[in-house]
C-alpha cells in the first residue's frame, strides 16, 4: 500500500523556520521525482519544489527560491523541505508528491505564518 506521509507544520511568525518531511513507503522511493506542492487558502493548488530521483537536479517556485531548500535521502524514503524566512503568504497545506510512471500525492500539512 502506497504511502505519502507528511509531518513539520505548525504555526510560525514571520521570519522563522520549518522543516518539512515526507515520509514515502509503497513504492520505489529512489525511482521517483519528489515535490512539495501547497494549497493557500482560497487558491489553487501550486507547485513550489521538486527534486530528480539523483538528487542532483532541484526546481523551485520563484517566489521560495533562495528561501526554501528541497532534499531527500534515498535510504530513508524522505523527502524534506526546509523553509526559512517565511511569509504569511507562505501559510497553506503543504503536499508532498511522487511521480514516475504512477504518481501519488500526500494527505498535507498545514503551515501558518502569523505574527
Known amino acids: 500500500q502506497v504511502q505519502l506521509e507528511e509531518s513539520g507544520g505548525g504555526v510560525v511568525q514571520p521570519g522563522g523556520s520549518l522543516r518539512l518531511s515526507c515520509a514515502a513507503s509503497g513504492f520505489t522511493f529512489s525511482s521517483y521525482f519528489m515535490s512539495w506542492y501547497r494549497q493557500r487558502p482560497g487558491k489553487e493548488r501550486e507547485f513550489i519544489a521538486q527534486i530528480a530521483p539523483t538528487e542532483s537536479i532541484t526546481k523551485y517556485r520563484d517566489s521560495v527560491k533562495g528561501r526554501f531548500t528541497i532534499s531527500r535521502e534515498n535510504a530513508k524514503n524522505t523527502v524534506y523541505l526546509q523553509m526559512n524566512s517565511l511569509r504569511p503568504e507562505d501559510t497553506g497545506v503543504y503536499y508532498c508528491?511522487?511521480?514516475?510512471?504512477?504518481?501519488?500525492w500526500g494527505q498535507g500539512t498545514q503551515v501558518t505564518v502569523s505574527s
Open positions: 508528491f511522487a511521480q514516475d510512471l504512477d504518481t501519488y
